[in-house]
Nanobody
């Protein structure tokens, strides 16, 4: 059974940091590209970051560039997203997803497996 489980969400004040994790099982993690996507209330999905299967290629959305860092540990089937200098506009449910290819596609529709999401709330 394929599973993606996000963790690390929570509430933080503006300017704070959070580190999200996505633990994968049920598929060969190192053969899959991964993305982080977020969805704020009343808004569509926004691709936040992507990383190739081997980790050598990364992509960041303009709204998070310079503040977020994506990484992966293929030995432990884990994807991470370090989020710094958070703002209220970062408030959303964050999802990880996996796609069966080595490179990066910046359209979420290419990714087959999705987690249930973790809530991030940035508020004073």
């Amino acid at each position: 059974e394929v599973r993606l489980v996000e963790s690390g969400g929570g509430s933080v004040e503006p300017g704070g940091s959070l580190n999200l994790s996505c633990t994968a099982s049920g598929f060969t993690f190192g053969h899959y590209a991964m993305i982080w996507v977020r969805q704020a209330p009343g808004k569509g999905r926004e691709l936040v970051s992507a990383i190739s299967s081997g980790g050598s290629l990364v992509y960041y959305g303009d709204s998070v560039k310079g503040r977020f860092t994506v990484s992966r540990d293929n030995a432990n089937n884990m994807l991470s997203l370090q989020m710094n200098r958070l703002t209220p506009e970062d408030t959303a449910v964050y999802y990880c997803a996996a796609g069966p290819f080595r490179g990066i596609y910046v359209r979420a529709a290419h990714y087959d497996y999705w987690g249930q999401g973790t809530q991030v709330t940035v508020s004073s």
